[in-house]
């Protein structure tokens, strides 16, 4: 029996070639190509390779952190597959095709290298066939590969937490408006399609993505909270002595760290330190964060040292700039994005708040509520952890008082911020007093920034965060 193709559901193989002779349920291949091909068993569709697509930032391996599939599972187009973490960010994978998951080709914490098969998936053949080069049983092609956001020329962009949020939803984002820059797909954009699906009102949301609940009522003592916080608690995993040593290769943003840090070295470090009196800010933070308490927002310290730092940076640009690696040119930038060090379970990662100079207090403090989240959850996008222009680190949070900071390439400045402490001070007249005292550490590139600077800036800085209310003077 001459056919064009054969599937054997006892080999589970199948042939691709021009003609195959068939005998009792063994097959003698006549092709040019000379080759056997692997596939899933009784399949009346085709399996595609989906590989892993150039996702940005130079960036040529992954390492998978969770799957959202499992093999059998069925996916359609821009369903979350997987998502990956590299050294700079962890971004969500998407499917391209509707079909169902036939083998995923890593484990969790494994290396997906781009270019490589991530995930085969069976698809329907009557409905249309996948490029060539995808096709499980075709040699690889040199065609240039098609991104896993692209379908037939759209391109859907939007951040994972929308994705994921979409996901929840069953929300095919192909079918959603984008209403960001670039026909970006937001919350709200999603939030909006729910209700026009199921009839409902939403109240409009604020700025930020992703609003933390209400913290609960506090029911431990002031004084036994501030014990608390001065006794170091141990980790509460055990420690089991195996008595061998253990190699683990350098990956995700510990491997960022390497890179950031190699390059930091080449930079000439000028240090200046001071002391801020934060008894007037203190005052005012406690009369503000229940306001913000009922508006879903936690307000810390950290969004009026931000904001204080750009009022600063707008006197002196020189701090917000960024020197080309042959030191014959510096940029000043225009926006003030002001990273933020946050310490987490995936290790030292600097998201940044964008656009400081036209946010208030307040939207520095949604953006922050959103940043720490998704950096608790290891979700914080590309986005969020690119184009920084000035960084502020706050050591204090672990109990320091001083500390070098590293300057993160290209930027030009970086301050460490201490623990607030309660300190005896002397007033004008000469009487003692209760102090709220933190001590600030500043790094600056002594290439092109010299120590007046430096310490002028600091000075400014100090008396916005000591006299918070001569910041109303410069906001805008």
Not at 50 to 63: A, P, Q, R, Y
Not at 142 to 154: A, D, P
Not at 250 to 267: H, N
Not at 289 to 315: D, E, N
Request: charged share 20%; aromatic share 6%.
């Amino acid at each position: 029996v001459c056919i064009h193709r054969v599937r054997s559901c006892s080999s589970v193989r199948f042939i691709k070639s021009k003609y195959v002779c068939v005998f009792d349920k063994s097959a003698v291949k006549f092709s040019h190509q000379q080759r056997l091909f692997r596939t899933s068993a009784v399949s009346c569709g085709q399996i595609v390779q989906f590989k892993l697509s150039d996702i940005g930032e130079g960036i040529t391996e992954v390492t998978v952190k969770e799957w959202y599939i499992k093999e059998g599972d069925s996916v359609s187009q821009f369903d979350s597959i997987c998502e990956v973490q590299s050294d700079k960010a962890s971004v969500t994978i998407t499917s391209r095709y509707d079909g169902i998951i036939r083998k995923l080709h890593y484990n969790l914490d494994e290396i997906a290298y781009v270019g490589k098969p991530l995930v085969d998936i069976e698809i329907d053949a009557s409905k249309g066939v996948a490029p060539e080069e995808d096709v499980v049983e075709t040699p690889p092609m040199s065609h240039e590969e098609h991104t896993h956001q692209e379908i037939k020329g759209h391109k859907t962009l939007a951040t994972p937490a929308v994705r994921r949020l979409a996901m929840e939803n069953n929300i095919k984002l192909s079918e959603v408006v984008g209403t960001g820059k670039d026909n970006r797909i937001l919350k709200e954009d999603i939030l909006n399609y729910l209700a026009k699906q199921t009839g409902a009102i939403l109240p409009p949301s604020p700025k930020a993505e992703i609003i933390p609940p209400l913290p609960k009522s506090d029911t431990v003592p002031a004084a036994a909270k501030d014990k608390a916080r001065r006794i170091p608690v141990p980790v509460s995993r055990p420690v089991v002595f195996s008595g061998k040593d253990k190699t683990e290769p350098v990956t995700g943003f510990q491997k960022a760290m390497v890179k950031t840090m190699s390059a930091a070295l080449k930079i000439p470090h000028f240090g200046y330190c001071d002391e801020i009196d934060l008894t007037q800010l203190v005052q005012l933070r406690e009369e503000l964060k229940h306001l913000a308490q009922t508006r879903g927002v936690k307000l810390s310290f950290m969004p009026f040292f931000i904001k204080a730092a750009s009022l600063g940076l707008l006197q002196y640009p020189i701090l917000n700039a960024s020197l080309d690696e042959s030191c014959q040119n510096i940029t000043y930038k225009s926006s003030h994005n002001i990273g933020v060090a946050m310490d987490t379970e995936q290790g030292l990662i600097v998201p940044n708040v964008k656009n400081v100079q036209v946010c208030s207090v307040f939207e520095i403090a949604c953006e922050l509520n959103r940043l720490q989240s998704l950096g608790s959850a290891g979700q914080l996008g590309t986005n969020d952890l690119t184009g920084g222009t000035f960084t502020l680190s706050n050591i204090g949070t672990l109990g320091g008082t001083y500390t070098k900071p590293v300057i993160l390439p290209p930027e030009v400045a970086i301050g460490a911020l201490g623990k607030i402490q309660v300190l005896p001070r002397f007033n004008g007249k000469g009487e003692v007093f209760k102090a709220q005292i933190m001590n600030v550490s500043w790094s600056a590139d002594h290439r092109v920034i010299d120590g007046a600077t430096m310490a002028r800036f600091s000075n400014l800085w100090k008396s916005y965060l000591e006299n918070p209310a001569s910041m109303l003077l410069d906001l805008k």
